[in-house]
């Protein structure tokens, strides 16, 4: 399995905007706030970091975005450069949900994260970690917060914008499921950093896609932007 690899990567599923770039084990990445301003920033950022890095768009083995639960407009922003770089320069991409990258993030071994998806819902999901690999618990999914699937055991991790949202509604939730957090992070987002981490051995095993294959992952099914999104 190959890992001497240069991985470029991009997060946009939220009000943020990052980059990453892995090189055979270590991670340059770039971060800032950007509400609504990702597309007018990200090749941008990009370029910056590889100039900051000495590196080139000629040099990347592959790219992998952040391909959801997250807002809509995000998603379509970071699968649509994904695209329009791997295609001009023939690499293979790869999505990684947004969720299993909040994950990473924690540094816990098991973690639940719920990120505000609007309308009163939640994007979750429990992830494992076990011999290095992440193992979904409960799969990502839309739920109102008081109805977040079970999840069984003791030492969980919460991590997610929707812990600040939401935070009472799934305490009590999970609470009543016989869970009680370890850690609460209601400040985590996800991250290009460990969006690239998580693609390693996916390109390393030969598992990347055609640029065309780049898709979003929604979870939930709507294709009309809301107020807060146009």
Request: proline share 4%; aromatic share 6%.
């Amino acid at each position: 399995m190959n890992t001497a690899l240069k991985i470029l990567a991009l997060e946009t599923s939220g009000d943020f905007c990052s980059v990453a770039l892995w090189r055979d084990g270590t991670v340059d990445d770039r971060e800032v706030s950007a509400g609504q301003r990702q597309s007018g920033l990200l090749l941008d950022m990009v370029h910056e970091l590889l100039r900051d890095c000495g590196e080139n768009l000629q040099a990347i083995d592959g790219i992998a975005f952040g391909a959801g639960p997250g807002s809509f407009t995000g998603l379509r922003v970071a699968c649509g450069v994904t695209q329009g770089l791997a295609a001009g320069l023939g690499k293979p991409v790869i999505g990684i949900g947004t969720l299993q990258a909040l994950s990473e993030a924690s540094g816990a071994a098991r973690v639940v994260c719920c990120v505000d998806a609007r309308m009163s819902e939640v994007y979750h999901a429990a992830y494992e970690k076990a011999g290095g690999a992440w193992r979904a618990v409960s799969e990502p999914g839309v739920y109102a917060p008081g109805d977040v699937p079970a999840v069984a055991g003791d030492g969980w991790c919460a991590c997610g914008n929707g812990f600040a949202a939401y935070r009472e509604a799934l305490i009590q939730r999970h609470a009543q499921l016989g869970v009680q957090f370890t850690r609460i992070d209601d400040a985590a987002h996800p991250r290009a950093r460990e969006v690239a981490i998580l693609a390693v051995p996916v390109f390393a095993s030969g598992g990347g896609l055609p640029a065309e294959s780049a898709a979003p992952h929604y979870v939930r099914d709507k294709v009309a932007l809301m107020t807060h999104e146009r």
